[in-house]
């Protein structure tokens, strides 16, 4: 396990490397780049100074080389906009987006693998029909659209919820004040993936069923339920491990346009402002950040794997 994990370690290291020169050269190749905060109205020796500390007038590869000696160093530069460290608006934001990213696929798990076990089992019946109808309802709708309908109905018109931020503003901490602003980014959040757990859950589920060492426990006597959990549902689990590891990249872009419509100050609504507003050191560290949860989560994964199937 330990020459496993030392191998998936070296592995990430390339992916952040690869994330981060494919960045660091977009933003400094696209069209403006950096160079666009060079207004008409500077004058050559203002233009000069701002482009010598940004950097500008050196190669691409020492300016490359030079911001990854940095972020070695856990230093990923200041925001062009308030001159405030990226790590420091990155430690900001970041705990918000796990929230909500980790209790959208809390709620993705706990209602997709049920559901997938009540439609395998009851295969054709009702309930098979209603689960597999809403997953595809699920699968079809996006994300911003529902996002506008939900607000509509239970903040504009119900008026149950809040539509937008973390908390109320003036208000002090309340829990469930801050579990209503919850609720609903993560109900859309959640409707990025919990389609795809419930239909994988439900065709790994089936065929496992089918298999002869679940006849042949049946045979044995063993219990139903213990048939189902103990042996069928654990190695069903399995390509649905697969699968969630290669959701929660989709899981994090959603996170982007939820964020967005609701107004949660995480890492989602700080890529699209930073962006929005050509904040380059912003959008490097915010990139190599959502690479590492990304890559961590799918080490996370694959440590399952063992649990699963020893």
Not at 230 to 247: F, S
Not at 276 to 302: E, F, K, Q
């Amino acid at each position: 396990m330990s020459r496993y994990l030392v191998q998936r370690a070296a592995q990430a290291v390339v992916v952040l490397l690869v994330v981060s020169t494919l960045t660091f050269g977009m933003v400094n190749l696209a069209p403006g780049g950096p160079a666009i905060m060079m207004t008409m109205e500077m004058t050559p020796e203002q233009q000069d100074a701002l482009r010598r500390q940004l950097g500008l007038d050196q190669p691409l590869v020492v300016r490359y080389l030079k911001w990854i000696g940095a972020a070695l160093r856990a230093d990923l530069g200041r925001s062009f906009n308030d001159r405030r460290r990226v790590s420091e608006v990155i430690r900001e934001r970041l705990p918000l987006t796990l929230l909500l990213g980790g209790t959208a696929l809390a709620v993705s798990l706990v209602l997709g693998i049920p559901a997938g076990v009540i439609s395998a089992t009851r295969r054709y019946s009702l309930a098979d029909h209603t689960v597999t109808f809403f997953s595809f309802i699920g699968v079809s709708i996006p994300a911003f659209w529902l996002a506008i309908i939900l607000i509509l109905v239970f903040s504009v018109w119900l008026r149950w919820l809040p539509a937008s931020g973390v908390a109320t503003a003036g208000a002090g901490f309340s829990l469930v004040d801050r579990l209503a602003h919850l609720a609903l980014p993560t109900v859309v959040l959640a409707t990025v993936i919990l389609p795809s757990i419930t239909r994988f859950t439900r065709s790994a589920l089936v065929e496992e069923l089918g298999q002869d060492y679940v006849r042949t426990a049946r045979a044995k006597g063993l219990p139903e339920p213990r048939v189902l959990t103990r042996h069928a549902l654990r190695n069903a689990l399995i390509p649905v491990v697969t699968v969630l590891g290669l959701l929660i990249p989709r899981l994090v872009g959603g996170a982007v346009i939820t964020e967005t419509i609701f107004g949660w100050p995480g890492m989602g609504q700080l890529a699209v402002a930073s962006a929005v507003g050509r904040d380059y050191p912003i959008v490097m560290g915010v990139t190599v950040m959502v690479a590492i949860v990304v890559t961590v989560s799918n080490l996370a994964v694959d440590l399952v794997y063992g649990w699963l199937d020893p």
